[in-house]
């Protein structure tokens, strides 16, 4: 056989690299003996036999009758289709299997009805474990100081964010713009209360100090999301939609946001790098705008006329 290293293509589906190779010798030689793959491969005769052994076993090739037994390769389109059906049906059968070794898990890590999350590692991979796996949508409730550096899984599509950020959490003008990018999808309160994680509805993770509690069904999941709603009415959405024969332009909106949220004038400009006095200015123009005499009134007026949701 040649000496370069081919490129395998069925280790995804549990096929090692020697039966690969022995397959695809198989391929180039068909109906050959043990002794012709020994010539072919360059291996010793005790290994050829193993590695024949393992792929009748995986179904391919098959022996012919006769002495010397000869080996004939399966049609590569109808193996890869069968060892790809075995792994999907090795799949499913272990998320069967899976409600067993939850309750293992709970069993041993329980305290009461809730499982207590420890350790950094640990409670990093079951943030993103359970983002990554929601089919429907995920609720977030945002806030520092963090135990772990949040790690941003890969939104699959049909999968719905809501985002609730402290405004502890959006410090400086690139954290607030990756926030934004988001859409509507995500909001700011001057004070979110606790940090969560929602997937599904079905499973919540709520981090308390050094530790996480995941919830599954409940009354308390229940109460907690309701909570969620609630905020996220109270909320300030950080990229409101201009309405295009409105009062207010889509800067103006950023910046009616940003008060709304708790904002001081300093701290609205540093966020959007311009000076206080613009903020000032801008301002006065949106309480003229709004017909409004404070910044409240103003945010109140906005909101019912639709131009902060």
């Not at 998320?95 to 420890?118: D, K, M, N, Y």
Request: charged share 20%; proline share 5%.
């Amino acid at each position: 056989m040649h000496n370069y290293r081919p490129v395998q293509v069925l280790e995804a589906l549990g096929v090692c690299y020697e039966d690969e190779q022995l397959y695809r010798a198989l391929l180039a030689r068909p109906e050959a003996t043990t002794t012709d793959l020994v010539s072919e491969t360059g291996w010793a005769t005790a290994k050829v036999a193993r590695h024949l052994r393992s792929l009748l076993s995986l179904g391919l090739a098959s022996r012919t009758a006769g002495r010397p037994a000869q080996y004939t390769p399966a049609v590569p389109e109808a193996a890869v289709e069968l060892l790809a059906l075995r792994k999907q049906a090795a799949i499913v059968q272990a998320r069967l299997s899976a409600s067993v070794l939850t309750q293992e898990f709970r069993a041993a890590h329980e305290s009461g009805p809730f499982t207590v999350i420890r350790g950094e590692q640990a409670i990093a991979q079951r943030f993103y474990q359970a983002q990554q796996s929601a089919q429907s949508e995920v609720l977030v409730l945002d806030k520092p100081p963090y135990v772990v550096l949040p790690v941003e899984p890969r939104r699959a599509y049909g999968v719905s964010y809501r985002t609730i950020y402290d405004m502890a959490a959006l410090g400086n003008p690139a954290e607030l713009a990756a926030a934004r990018s988001a859409g509507a999808s995500c909001r700011m309160l001057s004070d979110v209360p606790l940090k969560l994680v929602v997937a599904d509805r079905r499973t919540g993770l709520l981090q308390t100090g050094q530790e996480v509690i995941e919830l599954g069904a409940s009354s308390l999941l229940d109460a907690l999301i309701r909570l969620f709603e609630l905020l996220w009415q109270q909320a300030t959405s950080l990229t409101p939609e201009s309405s295009g024969d409105g009062p207010l332009s889509a800067e103006d909106h950023q910046l009616l946001a940003l008060a709304a949220a708790g904002l001081t004038d300093q701290a609205i400009a540093r966020r959007l790098g311009v000076a206080q006095r613009t903020v000032e200015r801008r301002m006065q123009r949106i309480l003229k705008s709004l017909d409004a005499t404070t910044r409240f009134q103003a945010g109140l007026r906005a909101g019912q006329r639709g131009l902060l949701i």
